[in-house]
Structure formats: C-alpha cells, structure tokens
C-alpha cells in the first residue's frame, strides 16, 4: 500500500478555555492557622485573651519558655485590640515538681531579667491587636526533672510541663 499524500489535518487541539480539565476555579481562601493550636497548654488571660504556653526546651543550660498571647477576636474574626497586665517580673518562676524548688528568672550583668518583650516598670505589659510572644529564660532544671510547674503572674501555673531537650 502507497502512503496517502493528502494524510488528513491533525484533530484541533483543545484551546484552554475550552478543555474542562484547565480550568481554574478560584482558589479557596486561606484560613489562617489557629495560633492557640500549637500551644502545650493554655489559659484565658486580659480581657477575652488566651495565654498559650507553646516552647519549654532546654539550650546548654538555659531553659527558654515562650507564650504566645492571642488577642480576643471581634465580630469580623479578626483580632481586637487588646492589653494585659501581668503581675511583677520578679515573681516569673517555674518549680521544679522533683525538687520542689522554686527557680526564678535568669538576671543578666546588670541585673535585668531575661524577658522579651522587656518589661515595662518592672511589670510585663503585652498589648496588640495580633498573636505576640513573651520569651522567658531561666537557668535550667537537672535532667533529672521530666516536668515544670511555671508560674505566670497573672494568668496563674502550669501545671506538669514536660521539659525537651
């Protein structure tokens, strides 16, 4: 058989608009993350706030603790501005539940206290109309201390933390 010297055109190939498979629908809005989600334990704090405890690991031999304040939510669902007072930064401690010791903030050189964000006269004042983090260290327990009562003034204690390392 002779091959065909008038072979038929190609079949068209589908344009975009026409082929279902490439359409685009729009996407679906993005929810932001809960920020109270990653939180090891949480408590209400200032007025409709959540203070989440969401970091409790040992570096060398400090231990860093971070929370996370999470403003309360208006109509809209976004976040209202909101201000809370903590009690003094001097009564930051956790107790370390083998000993039964109390331990305090770390101090640096010059007798401030390893706090971020720092304190305002000598209290923690976390105010915002977003999630904001309150960093702590403090000199970390023996490895022999699995968990961590820590006292935030204000909020109240965590009970039964379980430190990493």
């Known amino acids: 058989q002779a091959p065909n010297p008038n072979p038929a055109p190609p ?38 706030g959540t203070l989440a405890l969401t970091k409790v690991k040992v570096v060398g031999q400090i231990l860093n ?22 009690g003094k930064v001097a009564d930051f401690a956790y107790i370390d539940e083998s000993t039964s010791k109390r331990i305090s903030l770390l101090q640096d050189e010059n007798g401030k206290y390893m706090v971020d964000p720092s304190p305002y006269d000598k209290d923690i004042s976390v105010s915002g109309g977003s999630p904001r983090i309150i960093a702590l260290k403090f000199p970390a327990p023996p490895e022999t201390s699995p968990t961590i009562t820590i006292d935030f003034p204000g909020a109240g204690s965590f009970d039964s933390v379980p430190v990493s390392r």
């Open 65 to 86: 603790v971070e929370f996370m304040f999470i403003p309360a939510k208006n109509e809209n669902g976004g976040y209202r501005y909101t201000s809370a007072r903590t």
């Open 11 to 48: 079949a068209p190939t589908p344009t975009p608009a026409s082929n279902p498979s490439l359409i685009r629908e729009p996407a679906a809005p993005q929810q932001q993350p809960d920020p109270a989600a990653q939180a090891i334990q949480s408590k209400p704090f200032g007025d409709g």
